[in-house]
T-cell receptor, first 112, second 115 residues
């Protein structure tokens, strides 16, 4: 199973809402990632978790709050987002350093 | 700084014609290189990877890529393009960032396939 599953596929939220994005993998990977991708742009790294600990935060605003409850799950909690936060949010996992990352299908987020 | 450059923003190829997408990297050590494909609104799918060894690597969907250290290039090729190959293609290099492995992507090349 080389699958990374993200839910929901689509999400529309108001600027005062609180929502969460979920990501799950069962490949035993110990590194998990959140990326943000705007239209016609490459993915931009947001967070890296390694062995369930936050290892890299690429200066992401605090309205994005990641969580790694266990080695298979990665959440991204959203609160008080802005319309410019509308994007495709991608989760990825990796087994060994410098090897390929496996990506989920993404969550298309629209902030209204 | 390490970087990946994809010189072509868009490429249009006729169905059945051959394809070459260019990728150049700037990296001091031996790079770990990847090509990913992304259909609209979808995630990224790995096409192929290069770590070491044979410089011509085969991937899925009939794609191949050749690593040329002298040219700092890792170009993607396909001998005969199908309409379903229309998508965005990203070249990427794996780097160590603060002791953790991350991917740096090129800006992508959008492939359009004409009938």
């Amino acid at each position: 199973d080389t699958e990374v599953t993200q839910t929901p596929k689509h999400l529309v939220m108001g600027m005062t809402n609180k929502k969460s994005l979920k990501c799950e993998q069962h490949m035993g990977h110990r590194a998990m990632y959140w990326y943000k991708q705007k239209a016609k742009k490459p993915p931009e790294l947001m967070f890296v978790y390694s062995y369930e600990k936050l290892s890299i935060n690429e200066s992401v605003p605090s309205r994005f709050s990641p969580e790694c409850p266990n080695s298979s799950l990665l959440n991204l909690h959203l609160h008080a987002l802005q319309p410019e936060d509308s994007a495709l949010y991608l989760c990825a996992s990796r087994g060994q350093p410098l090897t390929e990352a496996f990506f989920g299908q993404g969550t298309r987020l629209t902030v209204v | 700084a390490q970087s990946v450059t994809q010189p072509d923003i868009h490429i249009t190829v006729s169905e059945g014609a051959s394809l070459e997408l260019r990728c150049n990297y700037s990296y001091g050590a031996t790079p770990y290189l990847f090509w990913y494909v992304q259909s609209p609104g979808q995630g990224l799918q790995l096409l192929l990877k290069y770590f070491s060894g044979d410089t011509l690597v085969q991937g899925i969907k009939g794609f191949e890529a050749e690593f040329k250290r002298s040219q700092s290039s890792f170009n993607l090729r396909k001998p005969s393009v199908h309409w379903s190959d229309a998508a965005e293609y990203f070249c990427a290099v794996a780097l160590m960032n603060s002791g953790y492995s991350t991917l740096t992507f090129g800006k992508g090349t959008m492939l359009l396939v004409s009938p």
